[in-house]
């Protein structure tokens, strides 16, 4: 008789909780299933929420130098240990981890150990991260409620009783944007993606491993009943998707939106004759991470050598192919759910039929954009020119590799680009960068040949987790 298959329970504010209604995990390749995972519904977790105290007080007891010390140990057994897998007696080691989340999610080892290093030097470098949250503020003023720093008086009071997480499936990584909450002391609740249960699970097994309280995890695999449950509960929130899932909760200020990111490059007319030396950086900036992160480059707007910088771009991505999940030099992810790649297809395809675009990869991929490879369906990178930014392809971005390349003046290029999570602006002029610098709609930016995938961990990155989750206030104390 063959073992049972790995059980993922809800956890219930760190009580196990197996639930009659189960799905199945599978092998994007294979469709054979790897585990089941508990589902709640929305009334359970109506009645969880409504008793979150004993959660936040299990972590008030800490002081934020003692939790940022276990964070530093829940890095180390994430990156390196054997933990539990579910309720039924199953464990997993980092390289189980890494193969079932290869194989469910699609992306490469190679991949998932890159988004693993992230989630690792987030743990461990959380005075690094709080640092630049906070500017540079004393934490032990959380601990006593109230203090000096500054040469002035200081208190802050906690926004929320706890964090609600509606994550994703397609890149584990995100999940170091929640990170610093359990040092901040501020338990957390999570709906995982569907196919991606195994990093949110692996985390809080890590974090409890250490030393944190079990009873500040919630972990509700869930509907979208559920899902609003949590957004609109726990009093602050953090949710991900595309802008069909988030825009309901665009002007809601208790929740912070991780949705499309719109990165781009922009090239300045004192650097554009130039452009050769910046292909290998744009380049990586379109395709690495198989192209899923918000902070990939989808499109490059540049005020000439519009077609000859596509061209380029096509022939260094455009040969890419599908590889073996352990291949090192893997570059593509498949997908999950092959609707979502004939989706996109679909997408590529109805837009190139408008004039004015290109797929400039076509020649050079000497196959079809979506094919299917051992069993995995993948989408191979498409870098399409673009005459300007009024055409339905200029401003898209797409979970695989993919990028418009826009011709656009200069001067006319921060009237067009709209938002832009990530800009990377290669110029030296100080006239543009001082316009970049005061244009609003960009959250990061780079001044350079900088790839929009660069993360600096000293500076608040898709918002500031300190100032979303405690708020200070005046305080005057005569005793």
Not at 266 to 290: F, H, K, T
Request: charged letters at 20%; one cysteine or more.
């Amino acid at each position: 008789m063959s073992d049972p298959l790995p059980h993922l329970p809800a956890l219930r504010l760190g009580r196990s909780y197996a639930s009659l209604d189960k799905i199945e995990v599978k092998d994007h390749r294979s469709g054979e299933t790897l585990a089941v995972v508990s589902q709640v519904n929305g009334g359970i977790l109506k009645r969880d929420l409504a008793k979150l105290g004993p959660s936040r007080a299990a972590l008030k007891k800490f002081t934020v130098a003692e939790l940022i010390e276990l964070s530093a140990k829940a890095g180390e057994l994430f990156l390196n240990g054997t933990l539990p897998l579910g309720d039924l007696g199953h464990t997993q080691s980092a390289a189980q981890y890494i193969e079932t989340l290869s194989l469910t999610s699609g992306l490469p080892h190679v991949m998932v150990k890159r988004n693993m290093a992230k989630i690792h030097y987030a743990l461990t470098h959380m005075p690094v991260v709080l640092n630049g949250l906070s500017r540079g503020l004393d934490f032990t003023i959380l601990d006593r409620g109230f203090g000096e720093q500054f040469g002035t008086k200081l208190s802050f009071f906690p926004t929320c009783q706890a964090l609600g997480l509606v994550m994703p499936s397609n890149s584990p990584a995100v999940n170091s944007l929640w990170l610093p909450a359990i040092a901040l002391k501020t338990p957390v609740i999570i709906k995982p993606g569907r196919e991606e249960p195994w990093t949110p699970f692996r985390l809080i097994q890590a974090f409890i491993a250490a030393g944190v309280p079990a009873e500040a995890f919630g972990f509700y695999p869930t509907d979208h009943e559920g899902a609003a449950t949590i957004l609109n509960t726990c009093g602050r929130a953090l949710i991900f998707g595309d802008k069909s899932t988030t825009q309901q909760y665009a002007n809601n200020p208790a929740i912070q939106i991780h949705g499309p990111g719109w990165s781009k490059f922009l090239i300045g007319e004192d650097q554009i004759e130039n452009w050769p030396d910046y292909i290998d950086v744009i380049a990586g900036a379109i395709s690495d991470n198989g192209g899923r992160s918000c902070i990939n480059a989808s499109a490059v707007v540049v005020p000439r050598y519009g077609a000859e910088i596509a061209d380029a771009l096509a022939q260094k991505l455009g040969p890419i192919q599908p590889s073996r999940p352990d291949d090192a030099d893997a570059r593509l992810s498949g997908f999950a759910n092959p609707k979502m790649a004939d989706f996109i297809e679909g997408q590529l395809e109805e837009g190139l039929k408008t004039p004015g675009a290109e797929d400039v990869t076509a020649k050079y991929r000497q196959g079809p954009r979506k094919l299917v490879f051992e069993g995995g369906t993948y989408l191979r990178p498409t870098i399409v020119r673009c005459d300007s930014f009024s055409h339905p392809l200029a401003n898209r971005e797409f979970l695989c590799p993919y990028a418009s390349v826009v011709t656009c003046p200069q001067s006319e290029m921060l009237a067009n680009i709209g938002y832009t999570l990530a800009c990377t602006a290669i110029t030296k002029d100080p006239a543009f960068i001082a316009d970049l610098e005061s244009y609003a709609h960009i959250e990061r930016l780079n001044i350079g040949p900088v790839s929009t995938m660069k993360i600096s961990w000293d500076q608040p990155h898709e918002g500031n987790m300190f100032e979303f989750l405690w708020q200070r206030r005046s305080i005057e104390r005569a005793w």
